[in-house]
C-alpha cells in the first residue's frame, strides 16, 4: 500500500506504537506546572557530574533506562537508537548512548530533534527494519547558555521573547503492534504518570509523520527564538493537513515544541493568513513547561528536552487515558549556530511532525 | 521478507540503486591523485563566499545541484534529504540545503556521516517511502581546522598522525530500480567520470547496510583520528561479517573514510586479532586522497568529504564500470568534540556500513 502521502508526510501502512517513554528534568522544570508528572527529578542540575555536558549525556542515560525499564526490555532488544541534541558534534548524545551498544543513526534537528528521532524511530519499525528503535534527545540550560549565548556568570538580562532552555531528557521506545500488546501488559503496573495511572488503557499509536523543510524568515535575534520558528511550525502544520486531507479541527490538540507565548501568537497568525485556524487547538510545550510570571522564564521553556519530556510526561499519559484522542506533535526548531549567527547569518526554523492517535 | 540480519544489519528486499552522484572539491584535493576526477574543482576554497562555513555550504549546494543535473531530476523530485556535516548545529548544511525545499533529516555521524546518509536514504527508498532520496554531505579544511583545532593562522604543527580535512562535498541520489532504468538510461552522456566514461553500463546497488555503535577506546589525541576510528571500524567490518555470514574476501574492496596511514596499519592488526585478515583488499579514502610526501598530509584526508567525494569520484565509475564487483564502503567517525575534548574526555568513535554492487 502506499505510504508516502502528498508532498511531505508518510502514513504507516502498519502503524508503529510508543510503547513506553520516561523523562528527566532537572530543578526549575520540577518547580514548574508540570513538576508532578515527570519520572525523575535531578538533586541538582549537574546530575552527579563535574561539567553540564556531562550531566546531560547522564540525564540520556537515566531516561533510556527508565525507558527500558518501564518496557521491561534490555538494550539489546533495541535495534536502533536514533539521538541527538543541541551542542556541538551532539556530544551530550555520543556520551549519552554509547555504553549501551544500541546501533546509533545520530540526528540533529535543533529542538525539533524529539519529532525528527520519532519520525525516524517509527519508519524504520513500521518499515520491519526493527522491532523496537527508540527516541531520545536532550538539553541543558547550562550547556546550552554557554554554547549559545553568554557565560552563565554574565547574569546577562533576557528580553521577554527569550526562552528559558529546559534541563531534561526523554526516552521513547517505538515498537510494534505485536511487541506493543505484549509490553503494555507487562508494565502497566509500573507507570507513574500521576492521576491517570489507574485508567490507563489505551495505546499510543504513532499514524503517520510529516517532515519538514528549513524555513528562513531572515530572523537574526537569537533572543526570540519563537519567531524563528512559528514560520516553520505554520508550514508544517499547513503542508500536514493538506498532505492528509484534514481540517484543524480533527486534532484535540496541535502541540508545538518550544515557540513560546510570543511564538504562538505568531504562529496562529500565521496559519490564519493561510486559511488555517488553530486558535482553539493549539498548545505549546514551552508555554506547558514553567509558570512564566513566577519561574521568570520569559517566552517559555525551550530546547529539545522541551517538547519530548512534556510528551511523555504530559501529553501521552491524557492519550493513553483517553483524555485526548488524537494530537498533531510539532517540535519545533531553531537552526542556530552561534558560529553562523556572529558570521550575520539569519535564524533559520524547521519542525517535524508526527501524529499520536490513542487506539484500544 | 525478513530484512533485519543478525544484529547490527539489514538486506533489502528490494535493494535502491545508487543513481547519480556527484562531487565537489577545492584546490588542494584537485592537485592530488584524484584530481582529475572530481565533478567541480573551486577557483579558491572560498567558493565566492566571505566564510569557511559559508564556502562549505555552497560546495554542497554545487553538489547537490549537480548530481540533480546528472539525474534529470528537479529538487522537487527528491522525497527527502538526508544531510550533515562537522559543523556545530549542522551549519553548513542547514545553509546548503535550505534553497531546495526538500524535506530534511538532519543527520550526525562525524566523518562517518557519508554511511549514515546513504544507509537512511536506502532504508527510505526500499521501503517505499520514498521514490528518490538525495544523501548530500561537505566538510572544509577552514571550518573544521577553526572548530576543532587551532586558528590556521597560527600555523600550528602537525604530527604525521594528524590527516588532513578534505575540502568538498558530495551528493548520491538514490532511487528504486525502476526508476533507476529510466534516469540511467537518460544521463549517461553527462557522466563525465575519467577514462571510464565510455564503458560505463552497470548499475550500483546498496544491498543492505550495517550500522555502528559508539566504541570509545578512551583515545584522547585529536592530532591522531585514526587511532580513534580504527576500533569502530575494526567492530563495524566484523559484525558485518558476521551478520552477513561472509569472508572478508567476499569483496573487491573493503573501504573506510579517513583512518589514514597510521589508522589503517590499526586496523588491519585489529582485525587479525578477531580473526578477519582484510590486509589484502582494505583500501582508506583518506590515503587515495592526497599524495602524503608531496602534500604534506600527514596520515591522509579525513572530514566528511573525503569518503564521499572518493566515493562519488573514484570507487563508484569502478563498479559502474565492472573493474570492481562488490565494495564494503565504511565511513569512519572520529565524535570529537572541542568542548568535550577539551573537558578531558575522550574521543570515541563509530563507522556505518553500506554494501555496494554492481549489477546489470
Given at each position: 500500500?502506499?505510504q508516502k502521502l502528498g508532498k511531505w508526510s508518510l502514513r504507516f501502512?502498519?502503524a ?189 499509536q504513532i499514524e503517520g509523520i510529516t517532515t ?21 511550525a505554520c508550514e508544517l502544520i499547513v503542508n500536514h493537513l493538506s498532505d492528509f486531507g484534514r481540517k484543524a479541527s480533527y486534532y484535540d490538540r496541535i502541540v508545538t ?14 496559519c490564519r493568513?493561510k486559511g488555517v485556524d488553530i486558535s482553539k487547538n493549539h ?41 485526548l484522542k488524537r494530537i498533531l506533535f510539532v ?20 519542525a517535524h511532525g508526527v501524529v499520536l492517535e490513542a487506539v484500544?
Amino acid at each position: 500500500m502506499q505510504q508516502k502521502l502528498g508532498k511531505w508526510s508518510l502514513r504507516f501502512t502498519e502503524a508503529p506504537f510508543i510503547l513506553e517513554s520516561s523523562s528527566v528534568v532537572g530543578t526549575k522544570e520540577a518547580d514548574g506546572p508540570l513538576g508532578g508528572l515527570f519520572d525523575i527529578v535531578g538533586k541538582d542540575d549537574r546530575f552527579g557530574q563535574n561539567t553540564w555536558e556531562k550531566a546531560e549525556s547522564s540525564m540520556q542515560r537515566d531516561a533510556l533506562t527508565m525507558a527500558l525499564g518501564k518496557a521491561h526490555l534490555d538494550a539489546s532488544d533495541m535495534d536502533y537508537v536514533f539521538a541527538g541534541d543541541l551542542l556541538g558534534q551532539s556530544m551530550a548524545t555520543t556520551f549519552g548512548v554509547e555504553n549501551f551498544r544500541i546501533p546509533w543513526f545520530g540526528v540533529y534537528g535543533a529542538c525539533s530533534t524529539c519529532g525528527e528521532s520519532l519520525s525516524l524511530a517509527a519508519a524504520f519499525v513500521a518499515a520491519g527494519y526493527a522491532r523496537h528503535a527508540v527516541a531520545v534527545t536532550s538539553s541543558h540550560f547550562g550547556s546550552a547558555e554557554k554554547q549559545f549565548r553568554f557565560p552563565n556568570q554574565y547574569a546577562n538580562q533576557r528580553p521577554v521573547s527569550a526562552t528559558w532552555t529546559v534541563t531534561g531528557s526523554a526516552a521513547f521506545i517505538v515498537g510494534s503492534g505485536a511487541g506493543g500488546n505484549e509490553t503494555q501488559t507487562g508494565c502497566d503496573n509500573e507507570w507513574t504518570g500521576g492521576d491517570n495511572a489507574d485508567s490507563i488503557s489505551k495505546k499510543v499509536q504513532i499514524e503517520g509523520i510529516t517532515t519538514g523543510v528549513v524555513v528562513d524568515y531572515g530572523i537574526k535575534d537569537a533572543m526570540n527564538m519563537g519567531a524563528a520558528m512559528a514560520p516553520a511550525a505554520c508550514e508544517l502544520i499547513v503542508n500536514h493537513l493538506s498532505d492528509f486531507g484534514r481540517k484543524a479541527s480533527y486534532y484535540d490538540r496541535i502541540v508545538t515544541g518550544d515557540l513560546g507565548s510570543v511564538g504562538q501568537k505568531i504562529l496562529i497568525d500565521l496559519c490564519r493568513q493561510k486559511g488555517v485556524d488553530i486558535s482553539k487547538n493549539h498548545e505549546d510545550c514551552g508555554m506547558k513547561m514553567f509558570d512564566a510570571t513566577n519561574q521568570n522564564t520569559g517566552s517559555g521553556g525551550s530546547g529539545c528536552a522541551c517538547s519530548a519530556t512534556v510528551l511523555s510526561a504530559y501529553y501521552l499519559p491524557k492519550l493513553r487515558s483517553g483524555e485526548l484522542k488524537r494530537i498533531l506533535f510539532v517540535p519545533t526548531g531553531a537552526l542556530l549556530s552561534p558560529v553562523s549567527f556572529n558570521e550575520g547569518e539569519s535564524v533559520p526554523g524547521i519542525a517535524h511532525g508526527v501524529v499520536l492517535e490513542a487506539v484500544m
